[in-house]
């Protein structure tokens, strides 16, 4: 909606919506009324008071925890509160996922319909695989439901590498309990390419072009043939070299890395990771082939502070706020955008806008602050519509 839209309907004048958005007004009880009712929602979701959060006092579960401010999850055992540590491996969960279905059938055209089979619960799923080049190629298959089908419809997908978006897939699932949140890793070409093929609603992307000095709008672009997309940016986020606590080789740039005789874990090619090794790499006038390790190729982020941790790699390129979940030095060499990019036709659907909804949130806005390693002054604006 634009600032008149919302106003036209909540009775107010677009100054007004103006200055709420910009911090300068103060609404009276009828018009923050007026503006939950016209967005449907509680006037707590829209305005609160910026008080300090509460606090209390836990036992720390882990014996050795070195860092003084560390993320931690709480229970209450007994009488007393329990903090659990978010620090490397425990900051990440790997989970058994529930399915959804089970495929019965490929390449082989429906004979009977869901309704005519309702004991088997069976529905045709049509996958239509469209590359960027204009060749389609479609597969169907059958699949034995074993879920409710209206969860299965309140269900936005989203592709991309960052691991907030699993932190965010949580926060909206608990702010809206009826919407299913599905995160897809990826890195960034994969999941344009995965959004493009009509595959997911939201790709997650953090490109950089160096001839046009932009994030992602270039590679948008070049991507759209036809098609119509919105980019709403999540933060900006510090990338650089993963090294060992203190930095033992004193690693400063990647030149650093061929000198020093460092082995070296990047992601795979098309990730903004890789991309920026690369172009640094290129800056520094250094050979690829140079680099002990460049073909050591880890599937995410955290892969390869693993390999850092364990000592497989003396150093990798992440980003500052998995240095700081895993303990790991940080040598910052770029500050990256990360975009959300969304097809326009998806975001009229709810569970789409659900999900962007819960971005402004403050409870999320305390998630990602504490999580350290993004500017998310400008969380939820609309960066470019292509």
Same mark, same amino acid.
């Given at each position: 909606?634009?600032?008149?839209?919302l106003a036209?309907?909540a009775?107010? #004048?677009?100054?007004?919506?103006?200055?709420l958005?910009?911090?300068?007004?103060?609404?009276?009880? #009828?018009?923050?009324?007026?503006?939950?009712k016209?967005?449907?929602?509680?006037?707590?979701?829209l305005?609160?008071?910026?008080?300090?959060?509460p606090?209390i006092?836990?036992?720390?579960?882990?014996?050795?925890?070195?860092?003084?401010?560390s *993320?931690?999850?709480?229970? *209450?055992v007994?009488?007393?509160w %329990?903090a659990?540590?978010?620090?490397? /491996?425990?900051?990440?969960?790997?989970?058994?996922?529930?399915?959804?279905?089970?495929?019965?059938?490929?390449?082989?055209q429906? =004979?009977?319909? $869901?309704?005519?089979?309702?004991?088997?619960?069976q529905?045709?799923? @049509?996958r239509k695989?469209r590359?960027?080049?204009?060749?389609?190629?479609?597969?169907?298959?059958?699949?034995?439901?074993? &879920?409710?089908?209206d969860?299965l419809?309140? #269900?936005?997908?989203i592709?991309?590498?960052?691991?907030?978006?699993?932190?965010?897939?949580r926060?909206? @699932?608990?702010?809206?309990p009826?919407? *299913? !949140?599905?995160?897809?890793f990826?890195?960034?070409?994969?999941?344009l390419r995965s959004?493009?093929?009509?595959?997911?609603h %939201?790709?997650?992307?953090?490109l950089?072009d160096?001839?046009?000095?932009?994030?992602?709008?270039?590679?948008?672009?070049e991507?759209?043939t036809?098609? /119509?997309?919105?980019?709403?940016t999540?933060? !900006?986020?510090?990338?650089?070299?993963? =090294?060992?606590?203190?930095?033992?080789m004193?690693?400063? #740039?990647?030149? &650093?890395?061929?000198?020093?005789g460092?082995?070296?874990?990047?992601?795979?090619?098309?990730?903004?990771?890789?991309?920026l090794l690369e172009?640094?790499?290129l @800056?520094?006038?250094v050979?690829?082939?140079t680099?002990?390790?460049?073909?050591?190729?880890?599937h995410?982020h955290? &892969? $390869?502070?693993?390999?850092?941790v364990s000592?497989?790699?003396?150093?990798? %390129?992440?980003?500052?706020?998995i240095?700081?979940?895993?303990?790991?030095?940080f %040598?910052?060499l770029?500050?990256?955008?990360?975009?959300l990019?969304?097809l326009?036709?998806?975001? @009229?659907?709810?569970?789409v806008?659900?999900?962007l909804?819960?971005?402004?949130?403050?409870?999320?806005?305390?998630?990602?602050?504490?999580?350290?390693?993004?500017d998310?002054?400008?969380?939820g604006?609309?960066?470019? /519509?292509?």
């Open positions: 909606m634009s600032q008149q839209e036209n309907i009775g107010v #004048t677009r100054q007004t919506i103006g200055g958005e910009s911090g300068q007004y103060a609404p009276s009880v #009828t018009v923050s009324l007026r503006l939950a016209a967005l449907g929602c509680t006037v707590e979701e305005f609160w008071l910026e008080e300090d959060l606090e006092e836990a036992i720390v579960a882990e014996s050795a925890l070195n860092q003084e401010r *993320r931690v999850s709480l229970a *209450r007994g009488d007393q %329990i659990y540590p978010l620090v490397g /491996n425990d900051a990440f969960r790997i989970e058994m996922i529930p399915s959804d279905g089970e495929m019965v059938a490929v390449n082989q429906p =004979v009977i319909s $869901v309704s005519d089979r309702p004991a088997l619960a529905c045709l799923v @049509e695989e590359h960027l080049q204009g060749k389609a190629t479609s597969q169907k298959v059958l699949v034995r439901l074993l &879920d409710d089908m969860k419809q309140n #269900t936005v997908v592709a991309g590498c960052t691991p907030v978006l699993s932190l965010l897939a926060a909206t @699932e608990s702010w809206h009826k919407l *299913r !949140v599905y995160y897809r990826a890195h960034s070409k994969a999941a959004l493009c093929r009509g595959e997911v %939201i790709a997650g992307m953090h950089y160096p001839q046009t000095g932009e994030h992602n709008i270039p590679f948008v672009r991507a759209a036809g098609k /119509n997309f919105v980019l709403i999540l933060g !900006v986020w510090e990338e650089g070299l993963l =090294v060992p606590p203190g930095n033992p004193g690693v400063k #740039t990647v030149s &650093d890395l061929v000198e020093f460092a082995t070296i874990v990047t992601q795979q090619v098309g990730s903004g990771s890789r991309m172009r640094k790499l @800056e520094e006038r050979p690829f082939e680099v002990k390790g460049f073909d050591h190729i880890a995410n955290q &892969d $390869v502070a693993l390999s850092v000592g497989i790699a003396d150093a990798g %390129i992440s980003t500052a706020s240095a700081a979940a895993f303990g790991l030095g %040598i910052p770029h500050q990256a955008r990360y975009d990019v969304i326009k036709e998806y975001l @009229e659907q709810s569970p806008q659900q999900f909804n819960i971005l402004g949130h403050r409870l999320v806005r305390s998630q990602l602050e504490v999580l350290g390693g993004y998310i002054s400008k969380i604006e609309v960066i470019a /519509n292509i």
